[in-house]
């Protein structure tokens, strides 16, 4: 599922009907709705078929939180696509993007703090904080090598910390002890990475169509992910970087160029190594846990951590759904 936006439509914002036509048109855009349905899921609550307000509320505030992030985030990188549709700013302008962002930050501050109160606010803070915080360090290092050590410290605050922190909201609406909500979290975190290594991967050898937004976003934007860093030292990889610096533009033999140095390199293979052995740790975290719904979160990590890739590079030949644009 996406966004509920029936359970949407039933919640008490006073809007007014032109905008609550463009917020209902927005919401609408096909998703899978991760970080909610992760929420929902380390809380429990679907699989005794008993699903609360308060869960459903708090499943929705996130996603729309994560919605806001993604609206404005795609007007900084002047992203055209979103989930195969059209982004917000490129169809109504700059200023509407800028606007419907916050008005939806302001929405999702309403639902999350009146089920998780002042304690679970502070958390979204600071969650918000990191993610800034990740993002302005991707600005100042624009076509800039960064140590490894440096880019998984910044994806664990731009992506990992998002999956923690609603695992640990969940949990705890559901009044599961602390350190059972710990647990969850360190899932979470765990997954949160290996999922954003895997879609910095896609986003150099994916395909537009399954993915839903461009490829080569990254290093037309100068964002150099562990798959670029993992071929920096090689020559035809710098004169590529010097000329998208100096241009702009991304030429498509710019791109038959990277996958090759990709491939033969052995990105990919080195790329699924430290999924796989994320993948293991949250299991790991899983297994200290004796939960009714622990073989749900066990299938939603294999089921996000199984993306196919580009078929050409032959790491992985299972079907699973297209990925979300995160």
């Known amino acids: 599922m996406g966004l ?9 914002f006073d809007f007014s009907p032109s905008f609550k036509e463009l917020l209902l048109e927005v919401l609408g ?5 991760l970080r909610g349905n992760l929420l929902r899921l380390a809380a429990g609550g679907e699989l005794m078929g008993e699903e609360t307000p308060a869960i459903k509320s708090l499943s929705l505030g996130i996603e729309i939180l994560h919605l806001a992030t993604l609206i404005h985030d795609d007007l900084i990188d002047r992203g055209e696509l979103r989930r195969g549709q059209t982004a917000v700013w490129k169809k109504w302008g700059d200023k509407t993007a800028v606007l419907l962002g916050d008005y939806l930050f302001a929405t999702a501050y309403q639902m999350i703090s009146k089920v998780s109160g002042a304690a679970g606010m502070k958390r979204v803070n600071l969650l918000l904080q990191e ?3 990740a993002e ?3 600005e100042q290092d624009r076509f800039h090598r960064v140590s490894v050590e440096k880019y998984l410290r910044r994806i664990e605050k731009k992506t990992a910390r998002f999956f923690q922190v609603v695992c640990e909201l969940g949990a705890e609406t559901a009044g599961f002890p602390r350190g059972t909500s710990l647990l969850l979290g360190e899932f979470g975190r765990e997954i ?40 920096y030292e090689e020559p035809d990889f710098q004169q590529i970087l010097r000329q998208v610096q100096a241009t702009g533009q991304l030429e498509p033999w710019m791109r038959e160029t990277v996958n090759k140095l990709l491939a033969e390199n052995h990105v990919p293979a080195a790329i699924w190594q430290l999924v796989d052995e994320g993948h293991r740790r949250a299991k790991k975290a899983l297994r200290k846990l004796d939960l009714p719904h622990r073989a749900r979160l066990y299938a939603f990590a294999e089921r996000l951590l199984s993306r196919p890739l580009d078929r050409k590079l032959g790491q992985s030949t299972t079907e699973a ?6």
């Open 29 to 33: 855009v096909p998703g899978k709705g």
């Open 136 to 138: 302005l360090e991707e």
């Open 192 to 231: 949160g990475v290996a999922f954003q290594l895997l879609d910095d991967l896609l986003d150099v050898t994916g395909e537009k169509e399954r993915i839903g937004k461009p490829l080569f976003q990254d290093l037309k934007n100068g964002v150099l992910t562990l798959p670029l860093l993992l071929i």
């Open 321 to 326: 759904e297209p990925n979300e644009a995160i």
């Open 4 to 12: 509920d936006r029936k359970f949407f439509q039933e919640q008490d």
């Open 131 to 133: 993610m800034v915080e």
